[in-house]
């Protein structure tokens, strides 16, 4: 029987799969649209999709949100959403389906319990094979496995910050700083300085527009917003420089916990790291000039990796592909 090797990145916002051989399959949100009848749950939709039943509500139908800081927070939709992406990777003419091998890549302050409803989850979409890898280590398989990195990996609900060596994460955490948090604090900013509110989705969008570290950035941009109190729709100026200062004690934050991570840097890697700097990437690694940011607090090169939000599925796939490594690195001897 033919076996198709898949890396899966399961994130709160997005879910990406490489395939071995194929590359980037899916890339898609890790939402769904599901119909329960007589307690069984049927998909509607899964990824981008989903956007329209927002825009237009369908009686009986729910949108979910499968993952939350890595982990599952509706099992049986997580499935449904799986099998739909796992069934994009399939060979279109198939008479026999393939056997599904699967390397799911976590965060790494997820618990052994959440590790083990993630591998169920993935058994019941149709892998027979399931093993797990943290994201950082991941992320190593990408940017060179057998040296030592620095890795900052900023997703929507949380940031992975780890010190991975030759024979794996040296030190590491997981913070609940992401993207997310960022989104928030530019909606509540709205709220208690202009008593006006707005959609996620529109503080999402004034985050990925005006959203910069740079000090002297002046864009502005104008929005419509919602008047608390009277509820009518005005439109009010935002600018870069209000952005910055929502944002900037949340980076803070995040640049501390960095900072402490740099004392847990071994000297064996001290020189592997302090030539490659920091390596920033997830979602979060695109907010304009955070790089130089971290760098000028850090006092050390900044490195933001090519497409950071697709490299831990893709730095999954070293592993698929090298599973000596991978066996040594999880002390997993039965590994094929």
């Not at 955490?173 to 989705?201: P, Q």
């Amino acid at each position: 029987m033919k076996t198709i090797e898949l890396v899966i990145d399961l994130g709160s916002t997005k879910t990406s799969i490489h395939k071995i051989g194929s590359g980037l399959i899916v890339n898609d949100e890790s939402r769904v649209v599901v119909a329960t009848k007589n307690n069984k749950m049927t998909l509607l939709e899964s990824g981008k999709g989903v956007e329209r039943y927002v825009r237009q509500p369908v009686q009986g139908c729910q949108i979910l949100n499968t993952i939350d800081g890595g982990v599952i927070t509706n099992e049986r939709a997580c499935v449904c959403m799986l099998k739909d992406y796992i069934s994009r990777c399939m060979p279109g003419n198939a008479i026999i389906k393939p056997k599904v091998k699967v390397l799911a890549c976590v965060g790494c302050g997820i618990s052994l319990t959440e590790k083990k409803d993630i591998e169920k989850a993935l058994n019941l979409a149709g892998a027979s094979e399931v093993s797990i890898i943290e994201s950082p280590l991941a992320v190593a398989g990408a940017l060179g496995y057998g040296r030592g990195h620095f890795i900052v990996d900023i997703g929507s609900s949380k940031t992975e910050i780890a010190v991975v060596g030759r024979d794996g994460i040296v030190a590491g955490c997981s913070v609940d700083i992401g993207g997310d948090k960022l989104t928030k604090a530019i909606a509540d900013f709205m709220v208690t300085n202009l008593s006006s509110t707005i959609s996620f989705n529109l503080a999402e969008k004034i985050k990925k527009d005006l959203g910069s570290m740079y000090e002297h950035n002046n864009m502005s941009m104008r929005v419509n917003v919602r008047k608390v109190g009277s509820q009518r729709i005005e439109s009010e100026i935002v600018s870069s420089r209000d952005i910055r200062s929502v944002i900037e004690p949340n980076i803070i934050d995040l640049l501390h916990i960095i900072y402490n991570m740099s004392f847990q840097i071994p000297d064996v890697l001290a020189e592997d790291i302090l030539q490659e700097g920091i390596v920033l990437c997830g979602g979060g690694a695109n907010l304009t000039g955070l790089d130089q940011y971290i760098s000028k607090f850090m006092q050390m090169r900044v490195y933001k990796v090519e497409d950071p939000t697709t490299i831990v599925s893709r730095g999954g796939m070293y592993f698929m592909e090298n599973s000596t490594d991978f066996a040594k690195m999880l002390n997993i001897v039965n590994y094929k």
